[in-house]
Nanobody
């Protein structure tokens, strides 16, 4: 079992930045990918970004390319999501997830194998 705990959400104005963090614990394996998903009110959960264990492979949703950056620090068992140029449409609950496949698997299937409880991000106009 893998536990994931997100932090860093909050309220920010349009154009602002936030950095989300997700600390993993429990049964960890070197080969899993970590990623972020989000769910806005009344909408389905959507993939945002993912990264492999080595940090040399990433995958992003088109809607966040060029604005968001995912990274991970394996020594700290932590994955980050740097969010810049935020827009009101980025408002959602953001979830961290672990996946036994590749970052592309996470994005294409919109699936994770383990999930955090989420952190709210609100972007005001």
């Amino acid at each position: 079992q893998v536990q994931l705990v997100e932090s860093g959400g909050g309220l920010v104005h349009t154009g602002g930045s936030l950095r989300l963090s997700c600390v993993t614990s429990g049964r960890t394996f070197y080969s899993y990918a970590l990623g972020w998903f989000r769910q806005a009110p009344g909408k389905d959960r959507a993939f945002v970004a993912a990264i492999n264990y080595g940090g040399d492979s990433t995958y992003y949703a088109d809607s966040v390319k060029g604005r968001f950056a995912i990274s991970r620090d394996n020594a700290k068992n932590t994955v980050y999501l740097q969010m810049n140029s935020l827009k009101p449409e980025d408002t959602a609950v953001y979830y961290c997830a672990a996946h036994w496949g590749t970052p592309q698997n996470m994005g294409v299937t919109n699936q994770g194998h383990y999930w955090g409880q989420g952190t709210q991000v609100t972007v005001s106009s």
